[in-house]
């Protein structure tokens, strides 16, 4: 069965400074890779997937995450922070089969100290 | 287009006592699904609905949890009883389709403690 690592539960970091969360994963086959975000008070939503293509990918507000499969990884990168991407971050994992369940990991809590 | 709503936003009951959480999914949603969210854990999944038919309930505690989606919009999960380790969060979600490459739209949660 498949799994999720988030190896850092919180993460502060300065504001405009550069943030990595770390994401790996394990599954004896192939995955597709999300990102989540729960901004506080509000429902987790969608930041960012992989599917297939290019194994670098893109947000709307600044962040970007690359597939690696060798590292079995999945980060999330954004060169400098803002006060208003506090929030918690959930990287996911679902096999590439007919059907499989998406499995979250356990969260990253990224602080943005002005 | 409004997102997916929840009720109620908390609730705290007395273990061996029963309740019940409702879902509205996103107006066209087919797939709608139930996430239980231990506090320091991601989102588990307790059960999944394409339309009105269950596509994966293999992690809910049958003996105890229970779940519908009559007619294929809003659903309901129930617990009967309530144990102290079910306190959570209890997250609902949709999706358009059905794919697990599908986005999922969640709704705000259902805060449970058991005391």
């Known amino acids: 069965a498949q799994s999720v690592t988030q190896l850092d539960s919180q993460v502060p970091v300065f504001e405009e400074a550069p943030v990595e969360l770390r994401c790996n994963y394990s599954?004896?086959?192939?995955?597709?890779l999300f990102w989540y975000v729960q901004y506080p008070n509000q429902g987790l939503q969608l930041l960012l997937k992989?599917?297939?293509?290019?194994?670098l990918v893109e947000s709307i507000n600044g962040f970007e995450a690359e597939f690696n499969k060798s590292q079995t990884s999945f980060h999330l990168r954004k060169p400098s922070v803002h006060i208003s991407d506090t929030a918690e971050y959930f990287c996911a994992v679902t096999q590439k089969t007919s059907y499989d369940k998406v499995i979250f990991g356990p969260g990253t809590s990224l602080s943005v100290i002005p | 287009e409004a997102g997916v709503a929840q009720s109620p936003r908390y609730k705290i009951i007395e273990k061996r006592q029963s309740v019940a959480f409702w879902c509205n999914p996103i107006s066209g949603h087919a797939t709608l699904y139930w996430y239980q969210q231990i506090l320091g854990q991601g989102p588990k999944l307790l059960i999944q609905f394409q339309n009105n038919g269950v596509v994966d309930d293999s992690q809910l505690p049958k003996d105890r949890f229970s779940a519908e989606r009559l007619k294929g919009v809003d659903s309901t999960l129930k617990i009967q009883p309530a144990k102290l380790e079910d306190s959570a969060v209890y997250l609902c979600?949709?999706?358009?389709?059905?794919?697990?490459?599908?986005?999922?739209?969640f709704g705000p949660g259902t805060r449970l403690t058991v005391l």
């Open positions: 992989y599917l297939s293509g290019s194994t």
């Open positions: 599954s004896s086959v192939s995955v597709y």
């Open positions: 979600a949709s999706s358009p389709r059905g794919p697990h490459t599908d986005t999922q739209y």
